[in-house]
């Protein structure tokens, strides 16, 4: 056969064998983003290129594995925190649970206000109030038993906008960039205002994070020993707030390390972000979520009762901070 006729064939051979390789190539390449819900922009990049340099034997930027330390609040950060923080809808819930055992809350505040569906007035209550129902609803009980009572609420609770598990609106690009971390030597940990016996019973589930691994708030707790067995009561006083200024305190006391990256999206999180970020070498980096997407989730910040996002967008502006916009940066915000 001449090489005029076999040219058409051969032609075709070598277009067929560069589209499969085309393909794989494509294929390999999306195989390798460990951020695939991110979209190509200014806050993928920084997060990657920080992780690079942090990784990258002979950086000078370089930090051993045991300093790799990552923290992330959670509401708001890894999961939804509107119309309401999680854990105040299962304390509201408590409330209604409870209520026929407690005849004087129809006339008692704030236990009135939820009662009635009064947000109004509850919100009026202040810290004050809200702290009163956290402490009345999640104590007198044994660290087991609220255990128990927190995956059982989770499991049947739905939020009001997405009628989906809570557990199931945690952010999908976030839940990546914790395993993206993981994978190249960092240890990452929960610091948020949240209870941390609230957190613990599904945060490793949900973000593979353990739970020696979460800071939160707490109440106090006592050994006791109950039909002969060894318990922790829970007791209806404050151990520890684990927000603002609290923050850099909990890491201390329980990680014992100055983070290298931190992720917030509110006020709450501001001193967390500059005891990590405002230390000098080696390389740190400091992430906001911004929430501004009203059609896939929420949009706030400024002007918001939970999860108010001002000082700290003023400072990452001075400091360098990354800010991820939801709207632009991000591909999808749940998990399909």
Request: charged share 25%; glycine share 8%.
């Amino acid at each position: 056969m001449s090489f005029a006729r076999s040219a058409p064939r051969f032609i075709c051979l070598m277009i067929i064998a560069l589209g499969v390789a085309l393909v794989h190539a494509t294929s390999a390449f999306s195989q390798s983003d460990p951020l695939p819900s991110w979209n190509d922009t200014a806050s993928k990049v920084a997060i990657v290129s920080f992780v690079e340099k942090v990784t990258g034997q002979g950086s000078p930027d370089f930090v051993p594995e045991t300093e790799r330390i990552a923290v992330f609040d959670n509401d708001g950060t890894l999961w939804v925190e509107h119309p309401m923080y999680v854990q105040l809808a299962f304390a509201l819930d408590r409330v209604k649970t409870l209520a026929p055992q407690h005849p004087e809350w129809k006339e008692t505040q704030p236990f009135k206000a939820v009662l009635d569906g009064d947000m109004k007035t509850l919100a009026a209550s202040g810290e004050k109030g809200l702290v009163e129902l956290i402490m009345t609803t999640h104590a007198g009980m044994t660290s087991g038993d609220f255990q128990k009572v927190v995956t059982d609420w989770l499991a049947s609770a739905r939020d009001p906008k997405f009628k989906r598990p809570y557990t199931e609106l945690v952010y999908q690009p976030m839940v990546e960039l914790l395993a993206y971390l993981r994978a190249n030597g960092f240890k990452t940990f929960i610091v948020s205002g949240g209870g941390i016996e609230f957190m613990r019973p599904w945060a490793e589930k949900v973000y593979g994070i353990p739970p020696e691994q979460v800071i939160g708030s707490s109440i106090k707790t006592e050994f006791r020993m109950q039909d002969d067995t060894p318990t922790l009561y829970r007791l209806p006083e404050v151990n520890f707030i684990d927000d603002k200024a609290g923050k850099p305190v909990g890491i201390n006391q329980q990680i014992g390390r100055r983070p290298i990256a931190a992720f917030g999206n509110s006020d709450g999180d501001l001193q967390m972000l500059q005891w990590t970020t405002m230390a000098g070498a080696p390389a740190r980096l400091g992430v906001l979520i911004h929430h501004t997407d009203a059609e896939r989730e929420y949009a706030y910040d400024r002007d918001t009762e939970f999860g108010r996002l001002d000082k700290a967008l003023d400072a990452a502006a001075i400091t360098g901070w990354t800010v991820v916009d939801m709207k632009a940066d991000w591909k999808q915000v749940f998990k399909d």
